[in-house]
């Protein structure tokens, strides 16, 4: 047990992403409306954004700009230590994932809003017993 | 189908957990991930590029194309709203308001149309009086809001921001400009036809900057290529060509957001809306 809590303490961000993550798989899985179910992939992103996002982090590091050097060409005089600064990639790599997460929940909207024309409802059970009633022409 | 879907994620989350255990530990500097690649990024990039946001210099510069295509996404998605929503046909019924004397009137015949102006304004079914204190702070708020995106993007090369985040902001503040007034305000002042090109623009300007460098004998997104083009300093040429892809994405960007807000809340109806 004690293992068990200590291993949680040594990486306890990694868990707290693990069950936000849950959290929105569950959603995308279990929950009847579909909005919900966007909010549910929104949670799910957040998690693997949040994840990337740590993994970059390093102790005792300030963020990926580098000082004193804006001066221009004699500024990078001085020696650029890379424990100094934590790594920018992973802020890269959701920098954009996050502007594609904004694409993707608009595109979803958009079709939501256009089920929702059609049918008048965006409950999933509902959405299913019409599809039986139309068909799939109206 | 709930319980279901509760053992799947139990499962799924155990599977995750039980490997969390593997993990480099939090803060770690020897991480797997702090090791190989981004120690070039953090060492070399302000003698390389002349930018000192590594975050700046990785996304328009070493990874250029990844930034373009991502751009082309978002594009897409906006062209995707528009496609999926637009609805051009007219709506029957009409609503004026008097403006003078707050009457309203309902007109059911589609072919009459009132000249809006001064005396009579064109307005939702469910209007409601909007209200003066929102109106006058978000009046005041806009432009300031507006400044600051613009600094955000000048700045990206040297302080936390960038196209993608300046292009938000605006896009924001257009988007406030529409929820405390009202969408017709909005869509009077800032056109379709302007945000579709504008969201073409911007695209454009990043695909042409990348490929000026290649009749100036470089690569496609080799910046250093442009110095002749470019006055000044030939050292922060590649600096410069990261603002001007910067200010492609912004445009973009801001284009983009305005297109799926405005889509989405009034059903492509543009008339109606929140």
């Not at chain 2, 930018?51 to 082309?72: I, K, Q, S």
């Not at chain 2, 017709?184 to 945000?195: A, C, D, M, P, W």
């Not at chain 2, 900057?209 to 997104?221: D, S, V």
Request: neutral net charge; contains cysteine.
């Amino acid at each position: 047990m004690t293992d068990l809590l200590t291993l949680i303490v040594a990486k306890y961000n990694y868990w707290l992403y693990v069950i936000l993550m849950m959290i929105g798989l569950y959603a995308m899985i279990a929950k009847n409306n579909l909005i919900k179910k966007l909010v549910g992939m929104n949670i799910f992103q957040t998690a693997i954004i949040l994840f990337y996002v740590s993994i970059g982090y390093k102790r005792d590091a300030t963020i990926p700009i580098i000082q004193n050097a804006h001066g221009g060409n004699d500024a990078h005089a001085a020696v650029i230590h890379a424990a100094d600064y934590i790594n920018p990639l992973p802020h890269v790599l959701m920098l954009t994932a996050i502007v594609v997460s904004v694409a993707t929940f608009g595109v979803a909207m958009a079709l939501a809003v256009r089920v929702y024309q059609r049918y008048q409802t965006l409950e999933e059970d509902e959405l299913r017993m019409r599809l039986v009633d139309i068909g799939p022409e109206k | 189908m709930k319980f279901l879907g509760f053992i799947i994620v139990c499962l799924t989350g155990a599977l995750l957990l039980y490997g969390t255990g593997e993990f480099p530990g939090w803060g770690d500097p020897h991480s797997p991930a702090s090791i190989h690649l981004s120690n070039d990024y953090i060492e070399k990039a302000v003698e390389q590029t002349q930018v000192p946001n590594l975050v700046t210099a990785v996304l328009a510069d070493y990874r250029g194309f990844d930034t373009m295509f991502e751009t082309a996404v978002v594009f897409c998605a906006g062209l995707a709203c528009f496609l999926l929503l637009r609805d051009f046909k007219e709506k029957k019924e009409r609503f004026y308001r008097h403006t003078p004397t707050g009457v309203i009137l309902h007109v059911k015949d589609s072919k009459k149309v009132l000249k809006t102006g001064k005396e009579f304004e064109h307005m939702d079914k469910d209007w409601v009086p909007s209200d003066l204190i929102i109106k006058t702070i978000c009046r005041i708020l806009i432009p300031f809001i507006q400044i600051y995106a613009l600094y955000v993007v000048a700045h990206g090369d040297f302080s936390p921001g960038g196209g993608f985040q300046g292009g938000v902001i605006f896009g924001s503040s257009l988007i406030l400009l529409a929820i405390s007034y009202d969408l017709k305000v909005l869509v009077k002042r800032v056109k379709e036809k302007i945000l579709g090109i504008f969201s073409a623009i911007g695209v454009l300007i990043y695909v042409g900057i990348a490929a000026i460098c290649m009749p100036m004998g470089g690569n496609f997104l080799d910046y250093s290529k442009l110095a002749p083009l470019v006055p000044g300093d030939p050292h922060h040429v590649r600096a410069l060509g990261m603002l001007g892809v910067e200010i492609g994405v912004g445009i973009a960007v801001t284009a983009v957001m305005v297109i799926i807000y405005i889509n989405i809340v009034s059903e492509g109806r543009h008339e109606e809306g929140l």
